[in-house]
């Protein structure tokens, strides 16, 4: 049992943070906030200052050191600075970084990805996720010569304005509306946004429009809570994206060579039409992939549908998406990740119940959830919000922060290949402690 159970007093954080508090102070006399991602503006005393990282280790500029289980948000599934990766980048670094033409390097990653990943007959490198799900609405409207899409509360698809759309009335199906001040009303105006996990929902927005271009999901919903499709949910549909003319777009951001080297499509056996990659497949840099069949992909092999980026499949991010993909591919890290996540999820509900706190986990072990509420009935963003509390979980945060843990924003808990069962007691020392002291 941990002795650290109180949250230490004010001045004790501010003095635990007080280099980061001064830069972000320092920051944000010239950036907006100090931050440049909306995701990062939250934090406690102050979004925090980092300098460095190492396997499953993250260490902040007043040199408190964390069990990082953010993991920059994902991407690192091999734990941060893996060797191989940072190796790879290395040896191209003097080679140049960027040609605006063809490499023998991105051939190879494509040839491979073709090789291990579901449904991969054609793929288009990008740099986010953002981006690629933008690719993909535009193939799925060039190809169906449609422009409707029809998309899940909740799930998360970058921030442009044609998908970053939420459900403007109640009750579902809902005409979209923009998310934010300064977005399009009119390329939400294209979106309808309905609960997910509810086929007869699919079925009613095809009954009432025949102009569906895409069906856009998360396959595990990631972006809120970290919610399992129901069995047969994503089969029936793919199904009636089929019988309607529409693609099923699946967004494999989090998801991809995450919770399996071929992503929640081999977890759950299921297949979408196009797919979505990025995160976990490069290790940190930017790389992002569009993966689909042949018919459509093929659509962007003449500039009739544009794709560009002066930036896609440079020299350094693709040696190193090269090298996350093989080290993926010939260590098979899924196994271990399940064990080490497995343990890690099994003794925060042990400590919860013994706390009498009502914490649920969701997820497996690659990556998991922890949310304030009652375990199951949790199915889409509606339930999940009914069944969890956010301030607490807001506390527990900070708490976890405080004793050398970090989780996301979102209660996600993201383990890569370099985390350990000793940083699972540790890590369940400081939960103790955090339960203890909420
Ligand atoms: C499911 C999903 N899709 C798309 C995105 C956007 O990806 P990016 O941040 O690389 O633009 C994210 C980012 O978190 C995501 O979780």
Redesign the pocket.
């Known amino acids: 049992m941990s002795t650290n159970l109180q949250t230490p007093p004010t001045d004790v954080r501010s003095q635990r943070y007080a280099r980061s508090q001064e830069l972000i102070e320092r920051a944000s006399r010239t950036a907006p906030a100090g931050v440049h991602s909306s995701f990062r503006l939250k934090g406690s005393p102050t979004p925090l200052v980092y300098e460095r990282a190492e396997g499953s280790r993250l260490w902040d500029v007043d040199g408190n050191c964390y069990v990082d289980y953010a993991m920059a ?2 991407p690192h599934v091999l734990g941060h600075g893996h060797p191989a990766v940072t190796e790879a980048v290395a040896s191209v670094l003097g080679t140049g970084q960027l040609w605006a033409g063809q490499h023998l390097r991105e051939i190879e990653l494509v040839e491979e990805m073709v090789e291990i990943l579901p449904n991969a007959e054609r793929i288009r490198l990008g740099q ?4 690629m ?1 933008q690719l993909a609405l535009r193939l799925a409207r060039a190809a169906t010569g449609r422009r409707r899409v029809i998309r899940f509360a909740g ?4 921030w442009l304005d044609p998908l970053f759309v939420d459900p403007a009335t109640d009750p579902y199906p809902a005409q979209g509306a923009p998310l934010t001040p300064g977005q399009s009303a009119a390329a939400a105006a294209d979106v309808v946004v309905i609960p997910w996990n509810d086929v007869d929902a699919v079925a009613a927005v095809f009954d009432a429009h025949d102009d569906v271009a895409a069906v856009f999901m ?1 396959p595990i919903l ?2 809120v809570g970290m919610i399992m499709p129901r069995p047969g949910y994503i089969e029936a549909v793919r199904e009636l994206c089929e019988k309607n003319g529409a693609l099923l777009v699946l ?1 494999e ?2 998801t991809g060579f995450r919770v399996r080297l071929g992503g929640a499509q081999e977890l759950l056996d299921v297949r979408g039409h196009l797919t ?1 990659y ?2 976990a497949m490069a290790s940190g840099f930017p790389v ?1 992939a569009l993966a689909g069949p042949a018919d459509v992909m093929d659509l962007l092999a003449t500039p009739a549908v544009m794709h560009g980026g002066t930036y896609n499949t440079g020299i350094s991010a693709v040696a190193a998406a090269l090298a996350t993909v093989r080290v993926l591919r010939d260590t098979n890290p899924y196994p271990q990740m399940m064990e080490v996540g497995g343990a890690l999820i099994d003794g925060i509900r042990a400590l919860a119940q013994r706390h009498g706190v009502e914490l649920s986990v969701d997820g497996i072990g690659p990556v998991f959830q922890t949310r304030f509420g009652p375990a199951g009935g949790v199915h889409d963003r509606q339930t999940y919000m009914e069944r969890s509390d956010p301030a607490l979980a807001d506390r527990f945060l900070w708490a976890l922060q405080d004793r050398g843990v970090r989780i996301t924003h979102r209660g996600t808990w993201f383990l890569s290949a370099s985390h350990t069962h000793a940083d699972v007691e540790e890590t369940l020392e400081a939960v103790d402690g955090a339960l203890g002291a909420l």
Request: zero cysteines; proline letters at 0%; charged letters at 25%.
């Open positions: 948000f994902g986010s996720g953002t981006e799900d799930h998360y698809h970058g998360e990631s972006n967004d951001v989090i979505v990025a995160k992002a």
